[in-house]
């Protein structure tokens, strides 16, 4: 399939190329000018898991990646479940936590981390990230173990906490971390002054990884499929979606599921006070505001980057903007949402609670509603057990990393030296 670059429609680029490059000129996102649709939806939400996501994947990349492979692939990248867990008659949240780092972005870094290393054949390939937090460990768990790929995560030093940090440095073999003495902004300006210089992108071979990268999207698309598959077949037309939105990447993904075919209703975009969506959703005006830091903090995102692939899929008539309404939680509101679950029997955390409160805002009583569960709640312990008045056992994942030595190196917020590095 080509993908066009949505910045600059003069380039359009195959699957192979997007995911080598990540962002198109002028930092345009790369995107289908038109999302493929399917028939037999009943039938395909009839099959197991690896076989649907073969053919929901299938006609994105099929120019690129033959179909043993892509069995393959599917494989390696969906190894654990999208489980439907039921909170009351009307509601159920579909946890997307149970893989290796207990977050959503497994999904796609996995399928990403595949998908790259196929391409790459036995060129070497160096991924150079910076994280503050849940994506380098997500990023560095997609690509462990796998050849020819060498994975560099800056982060800042002493800010992101322990549990976190042991998520991602304590892997060997062709993981690498640095602890940069400095902010995340400075391992972000890092990462930069080293896709600016193009010799040393041609000498370690430089790729980003990054979050818009559209081969994450793909592999999201699949969970909402599953969603589905686990409810009785005359209810799924009902199916309102709820999603807890930061950069929107999750949200688009289901936006491309429905318009594939897969009959949800309608779809909820929950934020925290970084609302700039919501507003916009009310009022036709895009006007972020600094961004605010929060309980759901992997959510605290004002110029959400995956927005303008919803609005290209609105804009070209492939998505009925009416079918999307925007919610915006206040941090009372979430905190009293995470208690009223936890009181329903089921123990979540602030990102799915946002998510949450948008079905208990808008639900019908002949709708059904499907929030995301994005983060296992040991990810966000502390505020859990504060809001909650509990104690969180660890989670068997977290337990064994927290039990491993750190292995990063520190590293002086300096390019000449990062540069050092990575050519040793
Ligand atoms: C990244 C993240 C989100 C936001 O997802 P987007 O695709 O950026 O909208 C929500 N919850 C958690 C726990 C996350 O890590």
Redesign the pocket.
């Known amino acids: 399939m080509q993908l066009n670059n949505l910045k600059d429609p003069q380039q359009v680029v195959d699957f192979a190329t997007a995911v080598k490059t990540g962002l198109g000129k002028q930092q345009g996102l790369f995107f289908p000018a038109k999302i493929p649709t399917l028939t037999g939806i009943n039938h395909l939400l009839s099959m197991n898991t690896q076989s649907r996501n073969f053919h929901l994947l299938r006609p994105f990349v099929h120019e690129n990646i033959d179909d043993e492979a892509l069995h393959r692939i599917i494989g390696q990248t969906f190894t654990f479940p999208a489980r439907m867990q039921t909170v009351n008659a009307q509601v159920s949240c579909l946890e997307l936590?149970h893989g290796p780092t207990l977050?959503?972005?497994d999904f796609g870094a996995r399928f990403m981390a595949q998908c790259l290393q196929h391409f790459a054949g036995n060129e070497k390939i160096t991924i150079l990230t910076a994280t503050s937090g849940?994506?380098g460990a997500a990023v560095a768990h997609a690509f462990h173990g796998l050849d020819n790929i060498e994975v560099v995560i800056l982060f800042p030093h002493g800010k992101i906490s322990e549990l976190q940090q042991k998520m991602f440095t304590t892997l060997s073999g062709n993981i690498r971390t640095l602890a940069v003495d400095g902010a995340f902004d400075d391992c972000q300006k890092l990462v930069k002054q080293c896709f600016d210089d193009p010799d040393l992108v041609q000498a370690v071979g430089l790729n980003s990884a990054n979050?818009i990268n559209v081969s994450r999207l793909f592999a999201?698309i699949c969970y909402y499929f599953d969603a589905l598959a686990q409810l009785p077949v005359h209810r799924r037309e009902q199916t309102v979606v709820a999603?807890?939105?930061?950069?929107?990447?999750?949200?688009?993904?289901g936006i491309i599921a429905k318009t594939m075919g897969l009959p949800i209703k309608r779809f909820i975009a929950s934020t925290n006070l970084n609302d700039t969506v919501p507003r916009y959703l009310q009022d036709g005006v895009w006007a972020p505001n600094a961004t605010v830091e929060t309980l759901?903090n992997?959510?605290d995102?004002s110029k959400?980057n995956?927005w303008p692939r919803i609005e290209y899929l609105i804009e070209s008539g492939q998505f009925d903007r009416r079918l999307l309404s925007g919610l915006a939680v206040d941090e009372n509101t979430t905190a009293d949402t995470l208690q009223d679950l936890y009181r329903q029997g089921y123990l979540s955390?602030p990102?799915?609670a946002v998510a949450y409160q948008g079905l208990v805002d808008s639900l019908t009583d002949d709708e059904l509603g499907i929030f995301l569960g994005?983060?296992h709640p040991a990810?966000f312990k502390s505020t859990v057990e504060a809001i909650l008045g509990i104690e969180l056992p660890l989670p068997e994942a977290i337990a064994e990393c927290a039990k491993l030595p750190d292995l990063s190196t520190r590293l002086a917020p300096d390019f000449k030296a990062l540069r050092r590095y990575l050519k040793s």
């Open positions: 936590f977050a959503f972005k849940d994506t979050s999201q999603v807890p939105s930061g950069n929107f990447g999750n949200l688009c993904a759901s992997a959510m995102v959400p995956n955390e990102h799915a994005t983060a990810k």
